[in-house]
DNA sequence: CGTCTTTTTGAATACTGTCAATTTAAGTGG
DNA sequence: CCACTTAAATTGACAGTATTCAAAAAGACG
């Protein structure tokens, strides 16, 4: 299993102006403000309160495009930043010594990368774009001393890294006790939930990873990954075009699951 | 593979002073004080200011005795404190719905349990104590208003929560990429270190987990965990009987870990 | 249009899981 | 204290699943 082909060149990343799409507008302010933003609801959600959205906004949040393939943040760089996803989509990976990589998580649009850097001041994944994407820069120190002032933002906070910690208790569950039929339905069903849960349709999505990223993920081969996808379509819960995804049988598929996990 | 035995009966946990070895002295107070505690410089270490432990020490955390097989928490029950191993060894673990569980952690003296339970106001796991054991709790609630006065503490509970971000990362890696002979070595040389670091023999110990427990962390059977043991000892990395673990290649232990890790 | 990457599929192998039997240890009660 | 019961660990045989190696097909990209 080789992921030379994933060790992507590392593109020097640039703060860039997100440019309106008309060019009669003045260029979008490099600064972004939570109050205003379409992932409000979605991107620090656990009942931050309007006047800690209102703290927020005075941070004045980096925006950047990530251009597909191009890295965030690398294992072992400085932590300074939590970044959340505003669009596209990335994984986080760690590097094994032998080159290979172990993906840790995918992230859409409203989630959050780089909690793990907080333990020792460095990032303890990478994150990589896969596809064009764009992000909000949360510089963590001014985090911190924001929340110092505010409980409830504190809070929040603390809540997402726990959440954080519940996330990979699920995912070790996954690994430790799962088939290669149920992790991949499990996979496909946690991802259709969050795109849905985004306003886009839960049956009929493309996947943004590869077979060797999302094997590597669930703990499988990227052969045994294409197998099962084969044995999902055989038998009518999907229908599966290279990354593109239609599930036609969302129960079939929720008992394949569950199978095990009843 | 069933675990109806390890679904112990829940002794009602009461707090109990502790006992001083001498009865001429007065009873212990309830409350334990963290700046005279010996786990001072492992429990809440990461760079605790003196002024912080002063703090702590005002919270007067409640100190329990825990019996061998009594659950310290209950996955689903409200979440109030965190707890710190003083002295004796816990399990989380997470039920299946078939009855099954997953072991997601082991917890030794001076580390932390119930970070999980700050996502949603509830333990996302349960802990049960593997041997007659002793811990701190800490109320949440007041450690949370505490860390608002002192931005040093606030910084250490952020830590200790994204070091177990770090700690599942890595396990993740462990279930996700490597056989059965890898996961073994790398469990029994993580513990190896957890234990030199509280002063007992790094080579020498007794294991106060049960196969099962440790397939079930591991994502194995009892029988492979068996079978892995019994492979250890024939190639002299170290003597196995049954819980009583003498490794006696440490190098050897750590290069079989390394095949694959290097 | 050619090259490189990704995906699919087949065949053989290796590893781990399952089932079962045995041994050893631990706990219980007479 | 010993017989009895129950639990934990070991080991063997076999089955099944996933990996490895290999080859071909289908896209993606310059």
Request: charged fraction near 20%.
């Amino acid at each position: 299993m080789s992921f030379a082909t994933l060790q992507v060149p590392v593109a020097p990343i640039r703060f860039v102006p997100i440019q309106p799409e008309s060019g009669a507008r003045a260029p979008t302010a490099l600064k972004t403000h939570c109050s205003s933003c379409h992932l409000r609801e979605l991107c620090l959600p656990c009942g931050l309160e309007p006047e800690d959205v209102t703290h927020l906004d005075h941070l004045g949040f980096g925006r950047r495009r990530v251009k597909s393939g191009s890295t965030l943040y690398h294992e072992g760089s400085s932590f300074k930043f939590i970044f959340a996803v505003r669009s596209g989509t990335f994984k986080s990976s760690l590097a094994l010594s032998d080159g290979r990589e172990q993906v840790s998580g995918f992230h859409v649009a409203g989630e959050l990368m780089g909690l793990d850097g907080v333990a020792h001041g460095t990032h303890a994944s990478s994150s990589i774009a896969l596809e064009d994407s764009e992000i909000c820069a949360i510089p963590y120190t001014q985090l911190t001393e924001m929340s110092e002032g505010s409980s409830s933002l504190q809070r929040s906070v603390s809540r997402l890294m726990s959440r954080e910690i519940v996330r990979e208790h699920t995912l070790m569950l996954l690994l430790g006790s799962m088939n290669a039929d149920e992790r991949l339905a499990a996979f496909l069903l946690n991802l259709s939930q969050r795109l849905k849960s985004l306003g886009y349709s839960a049956s009929e999505f493309h996947l943004r990873m590869s077979r060797a990223e999302i094997g590597s993920y669930l703990g499988m081969t990227l052969e045994t990954v294409s197998r099962t996808f084969s044995s999902f379509q055989q038998r009518h819960l999907m229908e599966v075009d290279k990354r593109h995804i239609c599930i036609t049988d969302m129960d079939g598929l929720k008992r394949t699951f569950e199978t095990r996990m009843r």
